[in-house]
């Protein structure tokens, strides 16, 4: 009499993308189901939903729930192989490490003095030097980019973050 075994055992074929999958799951099911709902309030009367303040992190929780899902079925179901692994992680300079620290401690410390718009630009231009960006016409995107994001979160969607406090 042969026997087999009921239990069919999956095979995991990349653990680091199930294990990230897994925390980044769990982060994302704290983030939907407790954090937003429990801590983010809606105003009482919204003239569209879109423009409450708990549309953009609900939005973004469930993205990151949706793609730790896949992120976990990608490690079970693609095949390893460290030859065509294109994640290798290379490791930069200390120097590069500490620009990119100053460049969010800039950013944190002079927000609210400087503005966000000024505060993007600088931290923006350190993030380019800390990395080495060589085309010069990169470095117009530093100030293009967080002038638009700035007005984009203060007029569209009505976000109260101090600009420019004292220039305006």
Request: net charge neutral; glycine share 4%.
């Amino acid at each position: 009499m042969t026997t087999s075994d009921p239990k069919r055992r999956v095979k995991i074929k990349d653990a680091s993308d199930v294990i990230a999958g897994i925390a980044l799951l769990g982060f994302s099911a704290v983030l939907v189901f407790y954090l937003v709902p429990n801590y983010i309030n809606e105003p009482a009367i919204l003239q569209n939903p879109m423009m409450s303040p708990r549309w953009l992190p609900t939005i973004v929780g469930w993205l990151i729930l949706l793609f730790s899902i896949l992120l976990i079925f990608q490690g079970l179901l693609v095949e390893y192989s460290p030859e065509e692994d294109e994640r290798r992680i290379e490791k930069g300079s200390s120097l590069r490490f500490i620009m990119m620290i100053a460049s969010l401690a800039l950013y944190i410390g002079f927000f609210e003095t400087l503005g966000a718009i000024v505060c993007g630009i600088l931290a923006t231009v350190v993030l380019f030097v800390a990395h080495p960006v060589r085309t010069w016409w990169v470095y117009s995107m530093a100030f293009l980019f967080p002038i638009a994001v700035t007005l984009l979160f203060a007029e569209v969607m009505s976000v109260p973050l101090p600009i420019m406090p004292y220039w305006l």
